[in-house]
């Protein structure tokens, strides 16, 4: 889209719902509008504020805009990593997308793998800096913009910080009434922002308490709202995996908010048919098991064109205690670093990894994984005191890895099937107040974890790991109002296959196949002979290696697509 005068084009993808507000603002200073589009409205806010318009937009969005008189180009991403941006620099070629496809599809680009990134994503399960498994392809951060002056023989992509996550404890004096009357403002306020939509508009329904909340907010404005719900096969499950199947639940909520329900059931070859268009459209591995968010995705299609998600509740609210309290007890930064990062090896612990890497090790030997760590927390690790510092500094962690981890997914996997999911606990107002509530809100027994001592006979790490009902504290208050209380007082449950029974039981000759294989493109980076000997660590019950299984077969898939 073109301005007026024809000095800026803009390439925009993305929802920006308070638009209207904009508009009237942009209105009210000369500006007129051709369209009813708020693709116009952030145009015109960017010819109005410059760079100062992103601070003003609430919502998603990756853009472009070329500015014809200065001659520079203006890259910028939302807040939260909601839209993908991503950016490339080979020779005197400068490319950009929402896409990794759209620049791999540039004459002469080469594809090489970036071998730093392949040990970076399988010490995490994900990406924490901004690169890709591709060399030369870059993920532009959440809450950046980068601007590239042609005016310049030689220009340099310049990025900026416009925006980042800051949870403290709050200065001002409120009650815990008005903290929870306000959460139910903004959390309603959110819901309905994001309910403006010119095409059917439906929400998914795992039988959990964020988007349980979501659906019941959005039903008061749409009777008979469609839901979807992806539930699991488990005769073949078991142990904990006996509970993963939430379509009860699911069923149970939508009869109370008179929805129209969907829902569908995942078997154990569904996976192995996914993966080659998983890969495809994923680009590259990111957190999670992600399969089952692509048939989510694959359902709601069939019947809408946008759909409601409850992700982000977990990473503002509090809602893995259990990773939060094993770094309560610090003696300082360093040693909160130190135990935080020992949790967060995904798949397998350094040693092991060390060993897995050995076909490389001249390629990634230099890359220390711990200080990528601590580099996550380079603008805020300051006054670290109190129990509650180090838990913010957690929630913290977790918005700016694992919850843009599972962005990145969610946009990829939802636009494969022509589906743009919206997220309303990421609306600005409503992180912001997030960011300023007390942890005491967001967390019960926090006092008797810090009491916990280290040297108590027992197995105390159960206690750090014991998934809990403590998470999420006002939340579940507040969503008492809209949602059965027995909902908000269920405990927490992700969203995840029954993979380590499956691994071992029903997909155990695709498993066997594909990772035994010698001629695998995994083992062009991974020694061939660690990976046997972990994989038949989970096959024999020994250890459950789910994640590391799923992440072996998602990149040797991946490698098969890109054909690095």
């Known amino acids: 889209m073109a301005s007026a005068d024809h000095r800026y084009m803009l390439s925009y993808n993305g929802e920006v719902y308070n638009f209207r507000e904009l508009r009237s603002e942009l209105e009210a200073k000369g500006y007129w509008f051709r369209s009813k589009t708020d693709s116009e409205v952030v145009l015109n806010a960017i010819a109005e504020w410059g760079v100062k318009a992103l601070d003003r937009f609430n919502g998603m969005f990756a853009l472009a805009l070329w500015d014809r008189k200065e001659r520079t180009l203006l890259l910028a991403r939302d807040r939260y990593g ?75 992509f310049r990025r900026t910080q416009y925006w980042d996550y800051d949870f403290r404890e709050p200065t001002e004096k409120a009650s815990d009434d008005e903290y929870r009357e306000e959460l139910d403002r903004l959390f309603q306020q959110a819901v309905n922002r994001q309910l403006v939509t010119d095409v059917e508009i439906g929400s998914y329904l795992s039988g959990g308490m964020d988007s349980g909340s979501i659906t019941a907010i959005a039903a008061k404005s749409f009777p008979y709202l469609k839901t979807f719900t992806c539930g699991f096969d488990l005769s073949s499950a078991s142990g904990i995996e006996l509970n993963f199947d939430e379509r009860a639940k699911a069923e149970a909520m939508s009869y109370h908010f008179k929805t129209e329900h969907y829902e569908m059931v995942l078997k154990a070859g569904d996976m192995e048919r996914a993966l080659p268009k998983l890969a495809w459209h994923l680009e590259e591995p990111r957190v999670g098991q992600s399969y089952p968010n692509f048939y989510a995705a694959k359902l709601a299609s069939k019947f809408v064109k946008v759909v409601l998600s409850g992700a982000g509740g977990d990473e503002l609210f509090g809602g893995y205690p259990w990773r939060y309290y094993r ?238």
């Open 327 to 564: 770094a309560v007890v610090n003696d300082n930064f360093e040693n909160y670093v130190d135990k935080y990062y020992l949790y967060w090896q995904r798949l397998v612990n350094n040693r092991d990894l060390k060993r897995m890497f050995a076909p490389i090790r001249g390629d990634v030997e230099h890359v220390m994984t711990r200080d990528i760590f601590h580099d996550v927390f380079r603008h805020h690790k300051d006054d670290l005191e109190t129990p509650e510092d180090y838990i913010n500094h957690s929630l913290y962690f977790e918005a700016k890895t694992f919850l843009h981890g599972l962005l990145v997914v969610e946009d990829k996997l939802s636009m494969a099937h022509g589906l743009e999911s919206r997220v309303p606990f990421l609306d600005n107002d409503l992180v912001d107040f997030s960011m300023r509530c007390p942890v005491r809100l967001k967390l019960n027994n926090l006092a008797d974890v810090v009491r916990i001592n280290e040297n108590e006979p027992g197995n105390k790490q159960a206690r750090f790991f014991q998934k809990t009902r403590d998470g999420k504290q006002i939340l579940r208050d507040v969503m008492k109002r809209h949602i059965p209380e027995e909902v908000t007082k269920a405990e927490k449950q992700g969203f995840s296959a029954p993979d380590a029974s499956w691994f071992k039981g029903d997909s155990i000759e695709f498993v066997r196949r594909t990772l035994l294989d010698r001629n695998a493109p995994v083992y062009q980076y991974l020694d061939r002979e660690v990976v046997e000997t972990l994989l038949q660590e989970h096959l024999s019950g020994v250890q459950n290696r789910r994640l590391l299984i799923w992440s072996l077969l998602n990149v040797n898939s991946w490698l098969k697509s890109v054909e690095c």
């Open 82 to 156: 909601v839209k993908p941006l991503y950016v490339s620099r080979q020779g005197s070629t400068f490319a950009f997308g929402s896409e990794q496809k759209a620049i791999l599809a540039m004459p002469r680009f080469f594809r090489h793998m970036d071998k730093p990134a392949l040990l970076e994503y399988f010490t995490f399960q994900n990406i924490f800096t901004d690169r890709t498994l591709l060399q030369d392809i870059q993920l532009l951060p959440a809450g950046h913009y980068g601007i590239l002056d042609l005016k310049h023989s030689n220009p340099e």
